[in-house]
T-cell receptor
Framework: KAGVTQTPRYLIKTRGQQVTLSCSPI?????VSWYQQTPGQGLQFLFE???????NKGNFPGRFSGRQFSNSRSEMNVSTLELGDSALYLC????????????FGEGSRLTVL | AQSVTQPDIHITVSEGASLELRCNYS??????LFWYVQSPGQGLQLLLK??????LVQGIKGFEAEFKRSQSSFNLRKPSVHWSDAAEYFC?????????????FGKGTKLSVIP
């Protein structure tokens, strides 16, 4: 069974640009969550989607957005990039059991110059 | 607000020695509890989880963790560390109930292993 796949793995952007990251969950998983990981703040919850609906959202500005498609694949977008957005963005998928057991991808490492 | 504290930022142990990583949480009710491991450049892998029942839970790679309600702790242990265990370890909690996908993580403990 294939794991969670994130693309791209690495990318470099400049301030003011926007970026879109993609996540393909484990087959059969309908929940997709996104986390930001930085050395200073650690792992922080961005948002979670289930059946194309955003169910939970973390404490991030509106520049961070996401969506989920009917095949459960998800994308997150960050507009007007700032230097502080440089981070590892991790996607996780979960079955519909709701027990919090997440399966993580390897992440997309974003560098903002 | 809920929080997870991992008091040790970095721990160094010799190969073959025992290991205990500490985790304390602050939560209104007993949450679901998890330990994840992250190797450099990788995502997180679930080591073990506690939902209910026996307070000593076994995980993968020879790890175990003990839930102590009175201390709000969920410490991770391994009797004999291998060099391949060098990684960063994260304790996490999630609220009980359906749709509990929002994890709160500790800051992590980086484990170094001396051969």
């Amino acid at each position: 069974k294939a794991g969670v796949t994130q693309t791209p793995r690495y990318l470099i952007k400049t301030r003011g640009q926007q970026v879109t990251l993609s996540c393909s969950p484990i087959s059969g998983h309908r929940s997709v969550s996104w986390y930001q990981q930085t050395p200073g703040q650690g792992l922080q919850f961005l948002f979670e989607y289930f059946s194309e609906t955003q169910r939970n959202k973390g404490n991030f500005p509106g520049r961070f957005s996401g969506r989920q498609f009917s095949n459960s694949r998800s994308e997150m977008n960050v507009s007007t990039l700032e230097l502080g957005d440089s981070a590892l963005y991790l996607c996780a998928s979960s079955s519909s059991g709701g027990t919090g057991e997440l399966f993580f991808g390897e992440g997309s490492r974003l560098t903002v110059l | 607000a809920q929080s997870v504290t991992q008091p040790d930022i970095h721990i160094t142990v010799s190969e073959g020695a025992s290991l205990e990583l500490r985790c304390n949480y602050s939560y209104g009710a007993t949450p679901y509890l998890f330990w994840y491991v992250q190797s450099p450049g990788q995502g997180l892998q679930l080591l073990l989880k506690y939902f209910s029942g026996d307070t000593l839970v076994q995980g993968i790679k020879g790890f175990e963790a003990e839930f102590k309600r009175s201390q709000s702790s969920f410490n991770l242990r391994k009797p004999s560390v291998h060099w391949s265990d060098a990684a960063e370890y994260f304790c996490a909690v999630a609220p009980r109930g359906a749709g509990s996908y929002q994890l709160t993580f500790g800051k992590g403990t980086k484990l170094s292993v001396i051969p």
